[in-house]
């Protein structure tokens, strides 16, 4: 079962967590996949997500780029969850570390998946670590792009329907470089628990 470790409402009363566990299990409206241009999820967080929540993902993607092309940073796809206790996979592409302009592309694939979260009408939003497993982006740096990425999305525009953003990690190893730099920008005098 997974755990919230960490939490702090941002601008315009929207929750962010920090939850140790499996993207998979996350009862929310929608996860986002950690995905590539061409949407074939073979491995890492694409894998499981693909293998959990069935053909249907996979075939739902296909379409997707048959119909739109490749999927760019700033503006990720979507499937329905099929297997998965959620409607929507949100499929944001992170950068492979040593493409170029990593940082901006990680910070566009966070700042798109939210987007898309509010263009669907959703409340609740889990995401993994993008980019920091086969991808290789160094672990803090990304934990720092991300919350960072999640924390000027809400204040340059407060979601209207987004409540709820939950970053699920699985491994101990990223949780422990999550939760630290976590401290860095949430400190515990500005809401974190």
């Known amino acids: 079962m997974n755990c919230v470790i960490l939490e702090t409402k941002l601008r315009g009363g929207m929750l962010l967590q920090l939850v140790e566990g499996d993207l998979t299990e996350e009862a929310v409206d929608a996860i986002v996949n950690a995905a590539n241009s061409r949407l074939q999820h073979g491995g890492g967080v694409a894998g499981a997500i693909s ?26 796809a979507y499937t329905s969850g099929g297997w998965l ?21 990680l910070a566009a694939a966070v700042r798109g998946a939210l987007w898309q979260a509010e263009a669907l009408k959703i409340g609740s939003l889990a995401l993994p670590p993008i ?12 934990a720092m792009v991300i919350l960072v990425a999640i924390k000027d999305y809400c204040d340059e525009m407060p979601p ?10 699985i491994d101990q190893p990223t949780l422990d470089v999550f939760h630290s730099v976590w401290e860095i920008i949430f400190p515990v005098d500005e809401g974190s628990e």
Do not use: M, N
Request: aromatic share 8%.
């Open 51 to 76: 293998c959990r929540g069935g053909p249907q993902i996979q075939a739902e993607s296909d379409v997707w780029v048959r119909q739109h092309g490749p999927v760019a940073h700033e503006r990720p």
């Open 160 to 169: 209207d329907y987004l409540q709820k953003v939950r970053l699920a990690i």
């Open 85 to 105: 206790p959620c409607r929507y996979v949100i499929h944001a592409v992170g950068p492979i570390w040593g493409a170029g302009d990593e940082v901006a592309k």
């Open 131 to 142: 980019s920091t497993g086969i991808f290789g982006f160094p672990k803090e740096r990304a």
